[in-house]
């Protein structure tokens, strides 16, 4: 049958602007991560395969319309920020960036989970994405790592996975790569 090319995009089931996909891509997620210190807007670092001593990025996106899915797959081994034991790892270099109403406001409609399976006793079940960026202008370009439930007198809140829970290694076999996998979607204007 051969391949078609539309250049106007394309209404399925009925001729109206909710029926319309305009977008459709995929590729390679090039995966880096940010750290963050807890409690501020500044002094974030990036973190790539440069700041680890393995890193096997499998990792692609696809996007459809204005949703974005990322499919993580990364093999990686010892990186460098383990010593930041408070600050936040959170994805960075997004395919497409995050839809948001201002910096500081919720990230608008972001999910997923995440999971290192290299770890089997400690973290094989999977743990979920921060949806929001915790009102911290920082947190604006990234989706953060979920690291617990914290509950804190007048207000409970998800907490970042900070560099000192994010696993160097396997947990029993300490010399091997780690795998970080998971999904995560999110909505964006471009």
């Known amino acids: 049958m051969g391949k ?13 602007a ?35 001593t393995t890193f096997n990025n499998y ?5 459809v319309g204005q949703l974005v ?4 797959a990364l093999e990686y081994f010892s990186p460098t920020w383990s010593s ?3 600050w936040y790892v959170a994805l960075a270099n997004l395919p497409f960036p995050l839809e948001q109403s201002s910096t500081t406001a919720a990230l608008q409609g972001a999910g997923g989970t995440y999971s290192f399976t290299g770890n089997y006793i400690t973290n094989t079940v999977p743990q979920v ?4 960026n915790l009102g911290y202008a920082n947190y604006g370009s990234y989706i953060a790592f979920n690291g617990g439930f914290t509950s804190t007198y007048p207000l409970n ?3 970042g996975l900070t560099g000192a829970q994010f696993p160097s290694a396997r947990f029993y076999y300490s010399s ?3 795998w970080l996998t998971g999904t995560v979607s999110y909505y964006t204007t471009s």
């Open 4 to 16: 078609r090319y539309i250049t106007d995009s394309l209404r399925i089931g009925a001729d109206s």
């Open 129 to 132: 994405f921060i949806i929001k």
């Open 18 to 52: 909710a029926n319309e996909l305009d977008d459709y891509e995929e590729g390679v997620y090039n995966i880096k991560f940010n750290v963050l210190p807890e409690n501020t807007s500044g002094g974030a670092f990036n973190q790539d395969a440069a700041d680890f």
């Open 176 to 178: 091997l790569p780690n």
């Open 69 to 72: 899915t990322l499919h993580i």
């Open 157 to 159: 809140k998800m907490r």
């Open 59 to 63: 990792s692609r996106y696809t996007k």
């Open 84 to 86: 930041y034991t408070s």
